[in-house]
């Protein structure tokens, strides 16, 4: 069986999938990535103490925002009304920063992995702009789907 890329039509040119025919089911999907950090940043950050506020719950709020607003983002992306984004912070000491987890669910014709994807994503962006001043050398890693559930391609874990 030839894999077939569902964005591209005969001619090779981009569309939009129709999902007219498809079931409403259950869908969830979880992203993580990591944002690497010196250890004075990761307590900066822990502490309360970065000049710009409370990087985690911007940062959280970024994150669910972006998710809603991934087909605003990701051309041919069909619109969903979320049911659900989480964020969760994981810090580590070795190497130093921190884990970030996106969740997303909804009950749609198509599923929320890129609404995860976009939410871990801008959630480690925000980290970056609201401690820059103290580490630009911040970068990012690991940026994948971890999990994803409902819909005819079934259950995918990492």
């Known amino acids: 069986m030839t894999a077939r890329l569902s964005h591209l039509n005969d001619k090779g040119e981009a569309r ?6 498809k079931a409403v089911t259950a869908r969830t999907a979880i992203a993580e990535g990591f944002v690497s950090m010196a250890p004075k940043t990761l307590d900066l950050i822990l ?14 709020i970024a994150g669910i925002m ?17 049911t659900q984004v989480t964020i969760a912070f994981e810090p580590s000491r070795d190497p130093p920063g921190l884990w970030i ?16 994807l976009t939410a871990v994503s801008v959630a480690c962006l925000t980290i970056y702009d609201m401690c820059k001043a103290v580490d630009r050398a911040m970068s990012f890693s690991g940026i994948r789907l971890v999990e994803k559930t409902g819909g005819r391609s079934g259950h995918f874990k990492r």
């Open 101 to 116: 987890e996106a969740a997303a669910k909804v009950d749609a014709k198509t599923g929320v992995e890129m609404e995860a």
């Open 66 to 82: 972006a998710a809603k607003r991934t087909a605003e983002l990701i051309p041919l992306c069909h619109p969903l009304s979320l």
């Open 47 to 60: 502490g309360g103490k970065a000049e710009k506020g409370d990087v985690l719950a911007a940062s959280r």
């Open 16 to 21: 939009m999938v129709d999902i007219s025919d």
